[in-house]
């Protein structure tokens, strides 16, 4: 299975709607804190989205509000994948991305059958406080090694760390803050799309 090399995840609909126009293939809603309605709205409002330019959406957390709204990936991190029916996920269709920091989440996720594992931080991150050390270089490769479903590197990747990041084995660089600190989101978002592109 091929996965898109830039992989942006975002905070709400109205950064989806920003950047889906420009050329990117996958996007995550990141959507934290919100009521029930609200979720619904920006899932729905994100799935209207990504569809109308061919975008791939991935739902973070909010797995049964997924299958609800009919979308078709989600991503869990530890503790949301310990709390999740995978199961009903399963049965829904829904592919399946986890986030992994150490060998032990690396074990436990695999263990849920996943279509992606992400690595992070790969790189210090300054977007939240993070209980884990950057993984650096060495875990990428050495995650890839372990497992045969596309690895997502994220965690503290701009421009000039991306090509090493693919370089040592992973197959797609998850962004965050390089976008939603820029002055100029688009054009930092365009930058990203040449440049995996031309890899």
């Given at each position: 299975?091929?996965?898109?090399?830039?992989?942006?995840?975002?905070?709400?609909?109205?950064?989806?709607?920003?950047?889906?126009?420009?050329?990117?293939?996958?996007?995550?809603?990141?959507?934290?804190?919100?009521?029930?309605?609200?979720?619904?709205?920006?899932?729905?409002?994100?799935?209207?989205?990504?569809?109308?330019?061919?975008?791939?959406?991935?739902?973070?957390?909010?797995?049964?509000?997924?299958?609800?709204?009919?979308?078709?990936?989600?991503?869990?991190?530890?503790?949301?994948?310990?709390?999740?029916?995978?199961?009903?996920?399963?049965?829904?269709?829904?592919?399946?991305?986890?986030?992994?920091?150490?060998?032990?989440?690396?074990?436990?996720?695999?263990?849920?059958?996943?279509?992606?594992?992400?690595?992070?931080?790969?790189?210090?991150?300054?977007?939240?406080?993070?209980?884990?050390?950057?993984?650096?270089?060495?875990?990428?490769?050495?995650?890839?090694?372990?497992?045969?479903?596309?690895?997502?590197?994220?965690?503290?990747?701009?421009?000039?760390?991306?090509?090493?990041?693919?370089?040592?084995?992973?197959?797609?660089?998850?962004?965050?803050?390089?976008?939603?600190?820029?002055?100029?989101?688009?054009?930092q978002t365009l930058k990203w799309v040449n440049l995996l592109e031309t890899l």
């Amino acid at each position: 299975m091929s996965f898109a090399r830039f992989y942006p995840v975002m905070p709400d609909l109205e950064w989806i709607e920003t950047i889906a126009p420009l050329g990117i293939k996958v996007v995550q809603l990141r959507l934290k804190d919100a009521s029930d309605t609200e979720i619904e709205r920006q899932i729905k409002g994100a799935l209207h989205v990504c569809k109308t330019h061919n975008v791939q959406l991935i739902v973070n957390d909010y797995w049964q509000e997924a299958i609800k709204l009919g979308a078709d990936y989600i991503h869990l991190g530890q503790e949301d994948l310990a709390d999740a029916d995978l199961k009903a996920i399963k049965q829904a269709g829904i592919k399946l991305g986890v986030s992994t920091h150490s060998d032990q989440e690396l074990a436990t996720a695999l263990k849920a059958e996943p279509d992606y594992i992400a690595l992070g931080p790969v790189y210090e991150t300054i977007l939240k406080e993070m209980k884990w050390a950057p993984q650096g270089l060495g875990d990428v490769t050495k995650w890839r090694d372990k497992i045969n479903v596309p690895l997502i590197a994220i965690g503290g990747i701009n421009l000039e760390r991306a090509p090493l990041v693919l370089e040592a084995g992973a197959d797609s660089v998850a962004v965050v803050t390089d976008i939603v600190t820029s002055k100029t989101p688009a054009d930092q978002t365009l930058k990203w799309v040449n440049l995996l592109e031309t890899l």
